[in-house]
């Protein structure tokens, strides 16, 4: 039965999570933009906490003139760079949700390609090559040797653009350190569960009776379509569909009749009568669906 | 007869098992799974399985695409949850270091050999092209890497800079720390750079020898020898087995990448790049006690025969716990 769910819903962003009681889950790639700003409310946190250990070390350097706590404050300090710029990653993606701080912000998870649970040791491989993807590329632009010679600086730019831009061309958007370690960047929303658009009150059958001629027009796809323009509840937009669909099932519009009402019911009748045939094994894909 | 929807009907019916697997899930997410008593913990899986056959059921009777979408989405939730790892830091720990680190660093043999090779070879090419010829010696150690260990300098320089430290104790702390931090920042890079076809990190590894190499010639002209190989192997024994074996790892994944074998490209780098991280972590460790060996024994230990003692023993230390046979573990690759 999902197969058929799958034909009418090819999107390119989906992909196959086929779950132990054999679901296609249907999960959904992180777009490279949500990737990229994740990154850098990351690096914004990194760089900010750095900032603070910085001055806090500052402070204890000037303030104390014990040599011993200047010494730890200067441990710390070089400790807490290498834990921030090397595992600042690997420990938030090895927790339960798999993400950073910024990931999560923007409902984003780390997941094992395969489907199984996500291994410390695939995180760590992902967040190594980091070093490569994105320190060295920082790195060379911070740097500005002026005895560089030009094909150093060169090749370093093609270096930097293979790694930097490696997400952009391949089909699941994997970065270097995902290719290694066998993940991919997955969306998680949080979706809440809107309420059924037949649920609320109606109005009654007699109002609008719709005959089965005039139902078969349409297929799931505009019912879908339909759907989300009740569900926006834009004024314009409900007028400008109830127009074309009276029109094209010749319904007479009585004056009382409002255009919310109007959708409201016949997204209502249309898709019982969908649905009946969805129970004889008939999907009507869309209206140019004669089965 | 009830005139709602059928697919109405169906989502009244099982509303309420939904709610409660996301009210469970989201108290499991925001603290820890232990937050939740064990009768909650035992209903998620079954809730899980619940919500899961709920979808199928929607999916192929339902066309109200907000309740698939939410289905979809909360389903995922819980199979993260239900399917994720389930063990605690301690365990993960204890079998890190029980069995998976030697394990992997034992599949790694061959690379392992190849890295010790390669630095060997950049030691002895730097060693006789030093011996030969001074001058190649800044071409291989920077100003600030050689901290007055030069060809130039007097033999009573040379011998004070091997134990020297020993009278001023202070520092060694930060010391040890920056000796840490920069080396480890070095072996991930040499496993990184393992990506590009083996060969910028057969380059580090190469390099990282001819250090070696050139220092030891200075010394050796001297009649230093026994001197200085206490002085770098106290801590270089951890310190280079260190460096090795993440360019090995690195090796790995270039090697996979290349000539893949039977598996697809993508498998084979998939694979490499997880027992080389198997690998990473524990390289970091053995850097943390190098750096520790560097800057505290090295500089509070200034006899010769004492220095050569540690630096056999944690030589056999490691071979011990990496190669020892029989782990009740499979060692194909």
């Known amino acids: 039965m999902s197969t058929i769910a799958l034909e009418t819903r090819a999107e390119p962003d989906v992909r196959a999570l086929v779950t132990p009681e054999g679901v296609d889950l249907r999960v959904r790639l992180a777009a490279v933009s949500e990737r990229g700003i994740a990154l850098i409310i990351d690096l914004c946190i990194i760089v900010g906490v750095l900032i603070a250990l910085t001055l806090a070390a500052i402070s204890v350097l000037s303030e104390t003139s014990f040599k011993d706590s200047s010494e730890v404050a200067q441990i710390i300090w070089l400790l807490g760079f290498f834990l921030l710029r090397n595992f600042y990653f690997t420990l938030f993606e090895c927790g339960s949700r798999a993400a950073t701080p910024g990931k999560r912000l923007m409902g984003l998870r780390v997941v094992a390609r395969d489907g199984a649970a996500l291994t410390a040791d695939a995180v760590v491989a992902r967040n190594a090559m980091r070093e490569l993807e994105l320190y060295l590329p920082m790195i060379f632009l911070i740097s500005r040797g002026e005895e560089v010679e030009a094909w150093i600086i060169l090749s370093g730019i093609v270096w930097c653009g293979i790694f930097v831009l490696f997400p952009l061309f391949n089909r699941d958007r994997l970065r270097a350190g995902d290719l290694i370690a066998g993940t991919w960047v997955l969306k998680t929303p949080k979706q809440t569960l809107l309420p059924d658009l037949t649920s609320d009150s109606r109005a009654p059958d007699g109002l609008f009776a719709f005959s089965l001629a005039q139902l078969d027009v349409y297929g799931v796809k505009e019912l879908q379509v339909l759907e989300s323009v009740l569900r926006t509840a834009d004024a314009a937009a409900m007028a400008a569909v109830a127009e074309r669909i009276r029109t094209k099932i010749d319904w007479n519009k009585p004056a009382s009749e409002t255009d919310q009402e109007f959708l409201s019911a016949y997204y209502a009748s249309l898709r019982r009568r969908l649905e009946q045939r969805l129970l004889f094994g008939v999907r009507k894909r869309d209206k140019h669906d004669r089965t | ?333």
């Open chain 2, 1 to 333: 007869m009830d005139n709602t929807l059928r697919s109405l009907r169906f989502r009244r019916e099982r509303e309420d098992s939904w709610r409660q697997l996301e009210t469970l899930l989201a108290q499991a997410e925001r603290r820890s799974a232990t937050s939740l008593s064990d009768d909650e913990m035992l209903a998620i899986p079954a809730l899980y399985r619940a919500a899961l056959s709920s979808l199928s059921v929607a999916r192929a009777t339902s066309l109200d695409q907000a309740l698939i979408d939410y289905l979809e989405a909360l389903c995922a939730r819980a199979y993260f949850f239900v399917y994720g790892a389930r063990s605690s830091l301690r365990e993960r720990v204890d079998s890190f270091f029980a069995r998976d680190w030697p394990h992997a660093v034992k599949l790694l043999w061959r690379e392992t050999l190849a890295a010790a090779l390669i630095t060997l070879a950049g030691a002895i090419t730097a060693f006789m092209l030093v011996s030969a010829d001074p001058d190649w010696y800044s071409a291989f150690v920077s100003p600030e890497m050689a901290n007055g260990r030069e060809p130039a300098a007097s033999t009573e320089t040379l011998r004070a800079t091997l134990y020297a430290g020993a009278d001023e104790k202070s520092g060694l702390g930060v010391f040890a720390t920056f000796l840490f931090t920069h080396n480890a920042q070095i072996a991930i890079f040499a496993f990184a750079l393992g990506f590009a076809f083996c060969l910028p990190s057969s380059m580090l590894l190469a390099y990282n020898g001819c250090a070696l190499g050139a220092m030891f010639a200075v010394f050796a002209a001297r009649g230093l020898a026994l001197e200085f190989a206490g002085w770098v192997f106290i801590h270089g024994v951890t310190e280079l087995l260190a460096v090795i074996l993440a360019g090995a790892a690195g090796l790995r994944i270039g090697w996979s990448i290349a000539f893949p074998g039977t598996l697809s490209r993508m498998q084979a780098a998939e694979r490499a790049g997880r027992q080389g991280g198997v690998v990473m972590v524990g390289v970091v460790v053995m850097l943390f006690m190098a750096g520790l060996l560097e800057g505290f024994a090295r500089q509070l230990i200034t006899s010769d025969a004492l220095r050569w003692t540690i630096a056999a023993a944690t030589g056999a230390a490691w071979a011990a716990y990496f190669y020892r046979g029989d782990r009740s573990v499979d060692d194909r690759p």
